[in-house]
């Protein structure tokens, strides 16, 4: 694996690998967090922790959760648009089973899987600052650490490709970011997909099969 890089900011231990709910490393982040916790106090409205197990030979990133999805049910992509494509996609490819009902509640279960966001807490607008990504790096950088068996990363979208490849301490033009395109570095190999998002899926931008194109080039790799 190559060397993992830690950010600037405020030290944490290497091996906390999720945020602590009142995190205060991101000002405006848990200012916006304030306020929906007022306005909503039922959702979760906390950094949302990574789902899966940490003996995953596969790890996803996203890019931050969503305010009514993720933020509202606290499991990854849950609730959020993009979920429903990465888990009817996950599932069609053996890397989760049961039926995804966008409740963390629903019994889903990865298998051999594990994801994650390059930001943890929701953002207002859906857009986290270059700062907050920098920041939040160190929980990515620590739940790669602490993945022994990891082999394989899925980056949904450039922030997630380019926060991943700082995570790992490579440099941008050593793995430039396209849909499809695969990157090896070390022991892991980095495949990169456009975000499943509602825009990207609405405009055309990512078709399910682009989608599933990328999940099928996995799980080829990983069986061989
Ligand atoms: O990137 C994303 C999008 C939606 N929900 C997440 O958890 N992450």
């Keep these: 694996m190559p060397t993992l890089t830690r950010g ?6 290497t091996s906390l690998t999720d945020p602590d709910r009142d995190c205060p490393f991101c000002p405006r982040l848990a200012e916006f967090r304030s306020e929906v916790r007022a306005r909503e106090p039922g959702w979760f409205n906390a950094p949302v922790p ?3 197990g940490a003996d995953a030979s596969l790890l996803i ?3 931050a959760p969503g305010l009514q999805g993720a933020n509202r049910t606290g499991r990854p992509f849950t609730g959020d648009y993009a ?3 990465l ?3 996950l599932i069609d490819y053996g890397f989760a089973q049961g039926h995804y009902q966008a409740r963390p509640d629903d019994g889903l279960q990865l298998i051999d899987c594990r994801i994650s966001n390059a930001v943890r807490c929701v953002p207002p607008q859906n857009k986290p600052l270059p700062l907050e990504i920098n920041t939040c790096r160190r929980f990515l950088i ?10 394989a990363i899925v980056l949904l979208g450039r922030i997630a490709h380019d926060s991943t490849l700082k995570a790992l301490g490579l440099r941008a033009a050593q793995a430039p970011f396209g849909h499809g395109a695969v990157h090896d570095a070390g022991r892991l190999r980095l495949y990169d997909s456009y975000h499943c998002s509602r825009y990207n899926t609405n405009t055309g931008v990512l078709t399910p099969k682009m989608f599933r194109d990328v999940f099928a080039r996995v799980r080829t790799d990983l069986d061989t």
Excluded: H
């Design 8 to 13: 600037s900011g405020p030290r944490v231990p």
């Design 50 to 52: 990574s789902f899966g």
């Design 61 to 63: 990133v996203g890019l």
């Design 83 to 85: 979920g429903d494509l």
């Design 87 to 89: 888990y009817a996609t």
């Design 142 to 151: 620590a739940t790669i650490e602490a993945m022994p068996k990891l082999r």
